[in-house]
């Protein structure tokens, strides 16, 4: 599929056919990753987590210089092995 990037405001966007979008299960609306690899741009549906936050965003709220401590549970309660 042949299309040019369009100004939108002022942004700059992308129109996708909506046969297109079937092929790679991305509806109006969905959360896409856009990155570059090698010079060529790569759009991707991105990756459904449950509660809606992954790992790098976790990550990436972890201050800097953050140390962390060691947490006393206290003592075993069962058969547990510590």
């Known amino acids: 599929m042949i299309t ?3 100004k939108w405001g002022n942004s700059q966007g992308l129109r996708l056919s909506k046969e297109l979008l079937a ?3 991305i509806g109006v609306g969905d959360s896409v990753d856009v990155t570059v690899h090698d010079g060529v741009l790569v759009i991707k ?3 459904r987590m ?3 936050i992954d790992l790098e965003q ?3 709220r972890i201050p800097e210089g953050y140390k962390p401590e060691a947490l ?3 003592p075993p309660a069962g058969r547990e092995v510590w």
Request: no cysteine; aromatic share 6%; hydrophobic share 35%.
């Open 58 to 60: 976790l990550v990436g």
């Open 23 to 25: 092929d790679v299960s």
């Open 4 to 6: 040019k990037v369009q």
């Open 72 to 74: 006393d549970w206290g």
């Open 50 to 52: 449950r509660g809606g």
């Open 45 to 47: 549906p991105a990756r």
